[in-house]
């Protein structure tokens, strides 16, 4: 079995620019939850997808967009960064509402 | 909307004394609880949840709807308890849609 893994492991970019990040689930799961936890703070929820089609999202604005791709792997898509979105981006897979997997997550530095 | 708490951002305790993380919550519906652990240079990961009513690495946690709290317990802590600990709120939006609503996180640190 293999667990969630994320990449790519940091990321440097500047102010304004755009940034994709990736998640491939646990297998045989079918939702993938995103989460951004800044420093010293708890994971925030940012949206969840569910048979590729996004079924739950946070108080984040529309900048912030995703994918789910048929093997339910996805990809978390950051627009016109801003300084206030370095943070650790958390990904996490599940097989309907059961435990969240949690992978090691994507650290993003905005300059 | 839901809310989860956890006053304490650092909690030192020497091992063999016991631990209690605190967790109060915020929330109209029927709550479910969850404790997350994250130990260094690890990722993410369950430690218990309210409905199972089980006890994992000695810690147990019982839901009080009445003080809407969700503390965790351990009555002798060990060394490989220092950890980061954050208290998760879980809500279902409906037509498959859910969350976790995480507080900010504890740090427990267990001195030799």
């Known amino acids: 079995e293999t667990g969630v893994t994320q990449s790519p492991t940091h990321l440097i970019k500047t102010r304004g620019q755009q940034v994709t990040l990736r998640c491939s689930s646990q297998?045989?799961?079918?939702?993938v939850s995103w989460y951004q936890q800044a420093l010293g703070q708890g994971p925030q929820f940012i949206f969840q997808?569910?048979?590729?089609?996004?079924?739950g999202r946070g108080n984040f604005p529309p900048r912030f967009s995703g994918l789910q791709f048929p093997n339910y792997s996805s990809e978390l898509n950051v627009n016109a960064l801003e300084l206030d979105d370095s943070a650790l981006y958390l990904c996490a897979s599940s097989l309907d509402q059961t435990e969240q997997y949690f992978g090691p997550g994507t650290r993003l530095t905005v300059t | 909307a839901q809310r989860v708490t956890q006053p304490e951002k650092l909690l030192s305790v020497f091992k063999g004394a016991p631990v209690e993380l605190k967790c109060n919550y915020s929330y109209s519906g029927s709550p479910e609880l969850f404790w997350y652990v994250q130990y260094s240079r690890q990722r993410l990961q369950l430690l218990l949840r309210?409905?199972s009513r089980e006890s994992i690495k000695g810690f147990t946690a019982d839901l009080n709807k009445g003080e809407t709290s969700f503390h965790l317990k351990k009555p002798f802590a060990q060394e490989e308890d220092s950890a980061m600990y954050y208290c998760?709120?879980?809500?279902?939006?409906?037509?498959?849609?859910?969350?976790?609503?995480f507080g900010k996180g504890t740090k427990l640190s267990v001195i030799p």
């Open positions: 998760a709120l879980f809500k279902y939006s409906g037509a498959g849609s859910y969350q976790l609503t």
């Open positions: 297998s045989g799961h079918n939702t």
């Open positions: 997808y569910y048979r590729e089609e996004e079924n």
């Open positions: 309210h409905i």
